[in-house]
């Protein structure tokens, strides 16, 4: 199964009929240079991204370019690879080993630049805050606003609900719960995003997916604690651990307010939890903690080395029933160690029991760590979820 669905992504993300842009970036690092940040005879100038050649763990450098605090940087990369959106990424000043992975980046968001053919050229400054990215929504969403809690930090939800919603007042749908929720729907958070409002649009009116409502729920700066199932780290500085709370959240004060405003199918059956990275591992926790309430999950990206591979053994200690369908996924371009333990996952489920017709396990051959390698897998994940052929 894994080497099917690999083969299908891999063919359905190909770049052969897409043309090429070369990047040129052309960076004045002079303020950086007489402000004492940056030293010329000691640092380097590197490009990190989300889409190969790029890589947010390894950079590219850029080289000096004539006069002093100068310095250039070319490549080619192919118009999809982004997924049709604007690339994400940021300069960042490489200072070596032992360098601590937070220092040296621009600050603020990601930069974005648009991948359109041909030669694009970008000449700028190290460190201006990034443009605004363009808000792009499809189909009807709802602003519920912030949302409180007992339990975890109050966030922002939004509800995009399907085609033909007010025109048929008595059917009811399954609903998607989606973390990271203000980078589902538009760019404007993090500079790319999942794009489930167009795949969804797009696959309920071409009647290849079941009509069903998202619901996108923020993160916020408890980010690490709401998504993480243990405490990590020193016991001075433990952080995590906090993911039963946001449970809490989701399936007892969120779903009922969701459940009475829309005209949901409110049972586990019809109820999927989805995210990447530390949302991934979430998402896997609350499937098999909470089945009551999801009963399957999208377990996208997921952080399975958070405190040495708990995730590993809790699927080990764990046996719900009914077992909840489970899409679990992962880029190859994120790392070695990323998609081993990906697979070690997708073992340890096969282990305790899972059939194939309720897991599915993919490797994206260019996937990286970010939102636009999400999106490029989102119309998979819904017919997963959703397809009338289900």
Known sequence: MRHLATALLAAAFSAAAWADTT?????????????????PARDRIGLRGGAAPL????????????SAGRYTLRLTLPDDAAGGQPLAYKFRIERGAGQDMSDGWEPGRNHAVLLSGGEVRVTR?????????PI?????????GTVSSKHVRPREVQVWLPPGYEAQPQAR?????????????DAQAAGAEWQVDEAAQQGVLAGRLRAFIVVAVASTGTRTLDYTPSPMGPPTDRQGGGVAAYGRFLAEELKPQIDARFRTRPGPADTTIGGSSFGGIASLWL??????????????????????GWVLRDVAATSPQPRPRLWVDMGAQEGEQAVQLARALEQALRRRGWPADQLRFVEDPRGSHDEASWARRVPAMLDF??????
């Open 125 to 133: 400054a190290f460190g201006p805050p990034a443009s605004d990215a």
């Open 55 to 66: 890589s947010w763990d390894r950079p590219l450098l850029a080289s000096p370019a004539g």
């Open 173 to 185: 749908y399954p609903v998607l719960y989606l973390h990271d929720g203000q980078n589902v729907f």
């Open 385 to 390: 979820l959703y397809g009338s052929a289900q």
């Open 23 to 39: 990047l040129v970036f052309d960076l004045d690092l002079r303020a950086e240079i007489a402000a004492g940040r940056f030293d």
């Open 136 to 144: 792009v929504r499809t189909g009807r969403i709802e602003q519920l």
């Open 287 to 308: 499937a098999l903690h909470r089945p009551e309430t999801f009963g399957s999950a999208l377990v996208v990206s997921p952080s399975v080395w958070w405190d040495d």
